[in-house]
């Protein structure tokens, strides 16, 4: 009976409805984003989590369209490889190249629905199952470094913390994905413009597809734009 009763209250303690945070308390977590996101000092630590979550992308739809993912690799300098194997064409190579940049602020929209849904355990909860799938096909020692730490503050604040502190880690963790998807595809575009990145996803969506890579990068912008738009809406209650 024990056992039955702690099995119901863990279900209800994740899939359950949290109270909503105040209104004050979303905009902090906003700007406190914001602030992580704009100063490149910060910014060049920060993107590593944007980098695990552009990498994830690109392995997870790897998965989902039947490639086979050997490796993930992150670097010091915010860099990442997505390896897989499969057919090196096809709608599944498309798909896969171009989860990468989309994949930051898709993940900060779908968060956003969960917390205006009142599910900010839920939230937690599953980027920590995420970050644990992750974790089994990184292939070097930084890589691994980042997501166990990334890992582990999800699940200590949502184990070990107030309703309060959960929410306010979830918000500022859902504006960051949002606010940090915008600034890669324009960083992208940077180095583009510099005659930098030559082998960018853009430019391998572009030898896929035969469409200019600045088609790819419109699609980068629009995606993440349009998420922070959205998501923001849904965060704000408007």
């Not at 702690?6 to 209800?12: E, F, G, I, K, V």
């Not at 109270?19 to 700007?31: K, R, Y």
């Not at 968060?111 to 799938?133: F, S």
Request: hydrophobic share 55%; with cysteine.
């Amino acid at each position: 009976m024990a056992s039955t009763q702690s099995a119901a209250d863990l279900w209800d303690r994740v899939f359950g409805n949290q109270p909503a945070p105040d209104e004050w308390l979303v905009i902090a977590t906003g700007l406190v984003a914001l602030a992580v996101v704009v100063p490149h000092p910060i910014w060049r630590l920060s993107r590593n989590a944007v980098t695990i979550a552009h990498e994830g992308g690109h392995g997870l739809v790897a998965l989902l369209t039947g490639r086979r993912l050997d490796g993930i690799r992150l670097h010091s300098d915010t860099s990442g490889l997505t390896v897989s194997a499969g057919k090196p064409t096809g709608l599944g190579m498309i798909l896969t190249a171009a989860a990468g940049y989309t994949a930051p602020p898709l993940l900060g929209l779908g968060g956003a629905w969960l917390l205006a849904a009142h599910h900010i355990t839920l939230l937690l909860w599953l980027a920590t199952a995420l970050l644990i799938a992750m974790l089994v096909m990184i292939r070097n020692v930084y890589g691994a470094l980042t997501v166990i730490v990334t890992g582990a503050a999800f699940l200590l604040v949502s184990w070990l913390t107030e309703p309060g502190v959960q929410a306010a880690f979830a918000y500022a963790a859902v504006w960051f994905l949002l606010l940090g998807g915008v600034r890669p595809a324009f960083e992208l575009q940077s180095k583009r413009r510099h005659g930098g990145a030559p082998d960018s996803d853009a430019d391998q969506l572009s030898r896929l597809t035969h469409v200019p890579p600045a088609m790819w990068l419109f699609l980068f912008h629009a995606v993440s734009l349009c998420s922070l738009i959205g998501g923001g809406r849904w965060l704000l209650g408007l």
